[in-house]
């Protein structure tokens, strides 16, 4: 069956941080309704045998009017991260959607345990919505990996929210020399918060390179591989 897809309108762009924007756009034809944590397919005009496809997940949960909140960061060459920073306000694009499975368990009887490094802290940010908003009583402990201080993406709204919510602890970690030692820093990090303690809810997502040998880590230490929710993108 031949994928479905529709116009969407830009209705704003923003920067959050030097090298990472938002867009929200609005589908033209009909609402997407989704779940927090999936992502839409982007159809862009440019590469050598448009159109070119890029998966972006949604940053805020599904509104009553239609609007997805995407966010992304520009890669230096990248033919469709190039194209989105230039879109603006009124601009048209091509989408279809949505995917995915990276979305919650429906049993969350247990510490749920976020990490993601850098814009996979877009549909972390989408599923942390939910849980609040639904009043979900469960912990939740995030860690956030970030390239450089200046791009930790949503950092105030971590802060407040672990403000706001006591179930909520937030831990963010910069770590600017690769993928290999963001995943040694962050398992250093991990083993004081899993080893000999009650089994949690691990969902990560980033890069192969930085998910795999995380979701290694569990399963080295009893979990089942269906139990580690992951999302890569790349």
């Known amino acids: 069956m031949a994928e479905l897809t529709q116009p969407a309108t830009v209705l704003s762009v923003t920067d959050l941080t030097p090298h990472v924007r938002q867009l929200v756009v609005k589908p033209k034809t ?3 309704s989704f779940q927090p944590g999936q992502w839409v397919s982007l159809k862009l005009p ?3 045998r448009p159109p070119l496809n890029r998966a972006y997940s949604m940053a ?8 997805l909140t995407l966010v992304f960061d520009r890669v230096p060459g990248g033919l469709g991260s190039n194209y989105l920073y230039q ?26 345990l976020l990490i993601a490094r850098y814009t996979g802290l877009v549909p972390m940010r989408c ?3 939910q849980v609040f908003s639904e009043k979900i009583h469960v912990p939740v402990l995030l860690i956030a990996v970030a390239p450089s201080e200046d791009e930790v993406l949503f950092h105030q709204e971590w802060l ?9 602890r937030y831990l963010p970690l910069v770590v600017q020399t690769g993928e290999a030692d963001a995943v040694e820093k962050t398992l250093s990090m991990l083993n ?22 995380l979701r290694a880590y569990f399963m080295e230490r009893g979990y089942d ?3 580690v929710k992951i999302e890569t993108y790349d």
């Open 30 to 32: 009909t609402k997407i």
């Open 160 to 168: 407040t929210m672990a403000i706001q919510y006591p179930s909520f």
């Open 46 to 48: 440019v590469g050598p």
């Open 192 to 213: 004081p918060l899993v080893n000999d303690q009650p089994k949690v809810i691990p969902m990560l997502c980033g890069t192969k390179s930085f998910v795999r040998p």
């Open 87 to 112: 879109l603006k306000s009124g601009d048209e694009m091509t989408l279809s959607g949505p995917y995915g499975n990276f979305i919650l368990p429906p049993a969350l009887d247990r510490e749920l």
């Open 225 to 227: 591989r269906k139990d």
């Open 127 to 129: 599923l942390l919505k």
């Open 60 to 67: 805020d949960p599904s509104s009553p009017y239609g609007e």
